[in-house]
């Protein structure tokens, strides 16, 4: 059986001239405000949840929402859940 023939590729080498380097601004940590609201809307929604659950009826607002009260609850830990993504 013949053998085929080995072709033979030049190895690609992107342009220097296209080639731009890119600076990255280094991050510092983040601002304690950040944190203290980062924590503050997870315990937020953990506590109307809480308070939902204890005195639901009795509180006005609480008893109007029905059952979004856990829609609220859970949307203000998910909006501290997902400031943590950006915690340094």
Known sequence: MPKSKVR????????????????????GPSHPVYIAVMLGMMLLGLAWL??????????????????????VGFALMIIGLLMTMRWR
Do not use: Q
């Open 8 to 27: 033979k590729k030049a190895v690609y080498t992107a342009p220097a001239d296209r080639r731009t380097p890119v600076k990255v601004k280094a991050a």
């Open 50 to 71: 809480v308070v939902n659950y204890i005195a639901g009826e009795k509180v006005p607002v609480m008893s109007d929402l029905g059952s979004w009260n856990f829609g």
